[in-house]
């Protein structure tokens, strides 16, 4: 049996405060987690079309993400491609996801899609030219990856702490 392919990616612009939150959430997850060899986070900027391979070469794609929608800034929301393609959410979203929402039909057409994509998101508070989340949304980044994790465990995968190793054999050093 073909091992399960599993995707994560962040998508967003730096540049403009809470839009790179998504990105963010993948630099966080990346600095703090080891992963195993069937999963892959990927920061995707603002990248559009070349996120492609990316998408069609995973079975799984979590896709993180800030949305402005209408709601109170740093609510979080999960979306189904299927609950964004139903006409179900009525939603003004973030530039690079509708790009990357004609990326998952063009991966379909292609026959190439993931079998599960699924949206973590946060309302933005502040979408100016400036770096770095505003202080509303920066906590959201740990909510976002609880959630994340969460969904891992079901996809079959358990993430490593970095560091856990280590800091057990050190102390199992000093015990004996």
């Not at 699924?118 to 979408?127: A, G, N, R, S, Y």
Request: proline fraction near 5%; charged fraction near 25%.
């Amino acid at each position: 049996m073909k091992e399960k392919k599993i995707g994560i990616l962040g998508i967003g612009n730096l540049l403009m405060r809470d839009d790179g939150f998504g990105v963010q959430c993948i630099e966080q997850l990346i600095q703090n987690y080891e992963f195993p060899e069937n999963l892959t986070a990927l920061d995707g900027g603002t990248a559009g079309i070349m996120l492609a391979p990316f998408i069609e070469g995973v079975d799984s794609l979590y896709i993180l993400d800030s949305v402005d929608i209408e709601d109170e800034p740093g609510s979080i929301h999960c979306f189904s491609d299927s609950d964004v393609q139903s006409g179900d959410i009525q939603t003004r979203m973030s530039p690079h996801q509708v790009g990357l929402l004609e990326i998952l039909e063009l991966c379909k057409l292609r026959g190439k899609a993931p079998e599960l994509v699924e949206m973590i998101t946060v309302v933005p508070e502040d979408l100016t030219l400036g770096l770095g989340l505003s202080p509303r949304i920066e906590p959201k980044v740990t909510e976002v990856l609880d959630i994340l994790i969460d969904r891992l465990v079901s996809d079959g995968i358990v993430l490593q702490k970095k560091g856990n190793i280590t800091e057990c054999t050190n102390s199992l050093l000093l015990k004996a």
